[in-house]
């Protein structure tokens, strides 16, 4: 009975409380009301707070603020819940869908990462989580169903989109030379353009993420707001006694701390993801333009700008620079955005309590100061861009070492390594210590200022209120100067921060504009080198740029009458031919001087086949990848032909081949390049290229990837024939079975020359193009192996152009271009006509009159034998 009687006296003392806190927080009575319809009650009656002007203000005023705390908790728990719900529902919905499949729901084959779609898209899948760092870590490749991996899906690369920005970056670039009192506007409008790529479309993801934390900042804000006169009536309470409203404002102060906590971290959150997608969609762009068919990623050294610390580290641009770019773009935007919703919401909020005069002194006092900040601010962009390049540059030098390692060990080469080491070493330190001297001064002066002044000013302007104002009884009186005093004082204390975060993001800005003129600059090279109309760097282009000008580019500009309107490369590319044909062809080096650069070769012209017939358009049929794949050579019928280009050291040799490659321009305009399509054309050049970290089977089928052999049905058993026609099949009894094909290791280090080179005759046979230019493709070839070679080119028939200084070649080649030494003269002969026996009998006439100067030579050298005995 004592314990009944008690605990309906506590659950009356409840009721009351409950009843009495309605009453007197929003003045609803709520002794009539069923529990059932609680919720609705509560919500029209402050609903009707708000709106009707007769209501008591205090009432009013918390029926405001519980309307949006209630909105949004109600907001914060939704969006909690349906991620919670979307998570739980793609789980439910992906064990359904693949749990009848043993091993789990991602069984690739081992060497099939990625989907092409008709679409041009593609879709990847990488491996997440735990499972990536451990496999990274240990360098395994793991095919257990167990592994979890994730779904990429790649758009497909919009080609308008390109050539409509390449305008946008070309006006953006030539527009300049304004300045705006806080900073560049050349920065406005690079970041202009490169929001475009940021956020492409106002539905974007990015954008729904930006107003996402917009909504989240002002929410902030708010929440501080409220905060700060919680605050203040909390310790109002306290002095004026008032239990029970202490407690009802202690328990909204905890309530409140959980969408507060819950919007902190989601801006943080936002900010981080936000950066991560900037950056992804910054890199597609640059990979996009960087690696395609117009081999955006050789001819950028051509550029005028390609000495440019941009274009020498363009491996660091593309990787470090645009992670800084991001990750600065966001931070700044965030530290901006806060202290500027924080300055508007606390200045209105403020000039309430202190009065136009007392927030006009705040801002007063804030423009002076940030006039003060802003000069004495380093120029951090240029100086962050200058570390920038000093930390590429000492990265490049280190791989550079990395890559020629085994050369520079055969020179002993370490002292003069080390030497250029430690210099690089040492600019960067230097750069990085001048960053920390200047930011010295200028953060001396910020702390003083900020800190302290602010501050200090804070107190004065909250106390105006207190000062001027005259209160009714003495006790209320105090109670409401200490409630204001906290609030004031809190606010000020805020606006302080968001000032001083405000001109502390003067110096993050300063930064980004460095960050921003770098990846602006790489944008705008990339746009113009990768444009079907790019000049390689002619003077022509350099009137855009009048700050790149130097005194040649100058001269030579004045020396044309109107560049803009000349045409720099001016020669014409047929495709699609059933043979290689170059018609007076000059072969110039591309430079700043265009068409006046430097002539290797004039008017080149040959033909392989010499003549053309029908039949030989009829074989190229045959080289049709997919319908070959199984099918052993010899495969080739029809006519085949052979040239053999002799020429001393630099006259050009190799240019020619980089004329049919089409990476070196024409500039003549009578200049007429016939070329076969690019799967009946493979050019080998002088250096072998090996893939890094790809397998044996990878270096064979290079320029296919492995995706593409597995697709197209190809088969290993193919390539172990190709390598034992090559005599390379050795390699393959280094390992069990034919295992030997997935090894992965630095082939470039382990094959040896002359391995290198017998691989480009394994490529040869795998690909089986009808025309083949070989660049001193034997040279480390032993003769029997070279003769052997060339033999087997013949044999299944190949076309092919072979450059060399080797006239022991002739043997193999129908015809022969010779190139003069030095003044671009050349002399092209069919080999076996009368003419080239004529010149061979020549050959072997100069040989005979060496010959019979054997004995002459045989007598001065015994005569300086004699003289050296009696020395
Ligand atoms: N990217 C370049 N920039 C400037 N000059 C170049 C470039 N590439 C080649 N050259 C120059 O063009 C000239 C011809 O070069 P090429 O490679 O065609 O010579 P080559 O006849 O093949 O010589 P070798 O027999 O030694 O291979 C050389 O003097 C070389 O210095």
Known sequence: MVHDSSSNSVRARLTNAVLDMHLHCIGLKLQDIRLRSYVKVLFRHLLALTKSPLSHPRHKRRAQIILLSLVFTALTTVSGVSYAGWNIFNRLYSFYKYSWRRGGPFLLRRTRSQLQLVTGARIMYIKEGEDAVQSASHGVEENNGETKRKKIFIPPKDEDLYEHDKFLFKNAETERGKLSTIFYSKFLNQMSVLSKILIPSMFDKNALLLTLQIFFLVMRTWLSLFVARLDGQIVKDIIAGKRRKFLIDLVIWFLIALPASYTNSAIKFLQRKLSLNFRVNLTRYIHDMYLDKRLAFYKVTFDSKATSSVIKN????????????????????????????????????????????????????????????KSYTPP??????????????????????????????????????????????????DR?????????????????????????LGYVFASIPIVFSTGSSNEGREQNNMKDFIVNKRLMLSLADAGSRLMHSMKDISQLTGYTNRIFNLLCILHRVHSVDF????????????????????????KMKSPEKEEVISGTVQRKFRGIRLENIDIMIPSVRGKSGIKLIKKLTFQIPPHLDQLSSKTSSLQDITSMSNIPLPFLSGQASSLLILGPNGCGKSSIQRIIAE???????????????????????????????????????????SDEFFDNGFKDKVLVWILSEVHLDYLLKR??????????????????????????????????????VLDEATNAISADMEDYLFNMLKKFRFSFITISQRPSLIKYHDMLLEIADRDGKWQLQTLGTDEAITTIDHEIEELQIKLQKVEEWKKQRDELQQKLTIL
């Open 314 to 373: 363009i491996d660091n641009s593309i990787t470090n620079d645009i992670t800084r770019f991001s990750d600065a773009t966001c931070s700044v935007f965030a530290n901006i955005a806060k202290p500027v919703i924080d300055l508007i919401f606390f200045s209105v909020y403020l000039r309430d309590n202190l009065g136009t005069f007392g927030v006009s002194g705040i801002f007063i006092n804030y423009f002076i100061t940030g006039y003060i900040l």
């Open 380 to 429: 951090l962009g240029k100086l962050s861009s200058a570390s920038s390049a000093a930390d590429g540059n000492y990265y490049n030098y280190h791989l550079n070492m990395i890559n020629n390692n085994e050369e520079i060990s055969f020179y002993q080469g370490t002292e003069v390594e080390k030497k250029k080491v430690f210099q690089l070493y040492d600019t960067l330190m």
């Open 535 to 558: 000049n390689y760097g002619a003077a022509t282009k350099l009137m855009d740029d009048p700050a790149d000008t130097n005194a040649t580019s100058r001269h030579l500009l004045s």
């Open 735 to 772: 390992a069990p079975g034919w295992s030997y094909l997935d090894e992965v290791t630095e082939w470039k280090d382990v094959l040896s020359g002359g391995e290198k080179q017998r691989m480009n005759f394994a490529r040869i046979l795998f690909h089986k193009p009808k025309f083949i």
């Open 663 to 705: 990476i070196w321009p024409i500039y003549n305009k009578n200049g007429l390049l016939s070329k076969p399509d690019s799967s009946s054309l493979l050019c080998i050049p002088q250096k072998p290229y090996f893939t890094r970290g790809g397998t044996f089977r990878d270096q064979i089928i290079y320029p296919m990837s």
């Open 432 to 456: 990085m210590l001048n960053i920390s001297k200047k930011k010295f001064n200028y953060t001396m002066i910020e702390d003083y200022i900020l800190k302290y002044t602010w501050s200090g």
